[in-house]
């Protein structure tokens, strides 16, 4: 049986694709902070639990969406 999607699953999906490069680091950065921001907003009772969660989803997609840029040497 398939666990239920939370927050926390997809921030730590996004912080996976950081590191392993599957995605642009700089968009993986920026959505693994936009789902802490929903986690405190979820938190702190605000939102509606349903829409942080497609919200974060949205921000998995996009943080997956860029090919990372190939390195340089001394970069």
């Not at 912080?15 to 405190?40: D, E, K, P």
């Amino acid at each position: 049986m398939r666990q239920p999607e939370t927050l926390e699953a997809v921030q730590a999906r996004i912080r996976t694709a950081w590191q392993t490069r599957r995605g642009c680091g700089l968009f993986a950065s920026a959505a693994g902070l936009r789902v802490g921001r929903l986690i405190a907003l979820r938190d702190a009772g605000h939102g509606e639990p349903a829409a942080l969660l497609r919200q974060a989803l949205e921000a998995e997609a996009v943080a997956l969406a860029y090919a990372p840029v190939p390195r340089r040497a001394g970069l």
